[in-house]
T-cell receptor
């Protein structure tokens, strides 16, 4: 199971674009990259998942370089409500494997 | 709203007691997994059930056990509670890999 490394915390301001980078040097060929968001005392919420290049949805974009050893979650024009912990997970999330959750990145958005 | 519910929301037990936590999966999801999340840490995988059979387990002792019912709802049972069992317990249901988490049960062991 591939391990991930992400910053422990980040600060930004309302209206800014925030990029959180995750390193996963041991990513395997079949592994996907998945990001979750978690607010205090709530369960994590799926944000986005990708395998290579770029993925975009209504909430975020995920940039994955060709070597797939890192990925960047991009949150456009953040608001105070984006203050949360963001987790990067790498693996094949089916019935035979379980993803390893690190401590995540605590993102604080200031007014 | 993920459609996954958990009960109770909060629970206080004393060391040595037993506890049962419940999870109602999102409709149609045949896989449920349970996680323990200590304060300031990421969720730690406890075990997973697929169609009523346990098919994956993390590094937790046998006093952590579970059940999945025909309607895909699930229970987590913890025997002989220890102080370190105090945590947020999360369940997540899934169908194709993407997990939908419930709000969690906050367990405090005194």
């Amino acid at each position: 199971l591939a391990k991930t490394t992400q910053p422990i915390s980040m600060d930004s301001y309302e209206g800014q674009e925030v990029n959180i980078t995750c390193s996963h040097n041991n990513i395997a060929t079949n592994d996907y990259i998945t990001w979750y968001q978690q607010f205090p005392s709530q369960g994590p919420r799926f944000i986005i998942q990708g395998y290579k290049t770029k993925v975009t949805n209504e909430v975020a974009s995920l940039f994955i370089p060709a070597d797939r050893k890192s990925s960047t979650l991009s949150l456009p024009r953040v608001s105070l409500s984006d203050t949360a912990v963001y987790y990067c997970l790498v693996g094949v999330d089916d019935s035979n494997y379980q993803l390893i959750w690190g401590a995540g990145t605590k993102l604080i958005i200031k007014p | 709203e993920t459609g996954v519910t958990q009960s109770p929301t909060h629970l206080i037990k004393t060391r040595g007691q037993q506890v049962t936590l419940r999870c109602s999966s999102q409709s149609g999801h045949n896989t449920v997994s349970w996680y323990q999340q200590a304060l300031g840490q990421g969720p730690q995988f406890i075990f997973q059930y697929y169609r009523e059979e346990e098919n994956g387990r993390g590094n937790f002792p046998p006093r952590f056990s579970g059940l999945q019912f025909p309607n895909y709802s699930s229970e987590l049972n913890v025997n002989a509670l220890e102080l370190d069992d105090s945590a947020l317990y999360l369940c997540a249901s899934s169908l194709t890999g993407k997990k939908y988490f419930g709000p969690g049960t906050r367990l405090t062991v005194l």
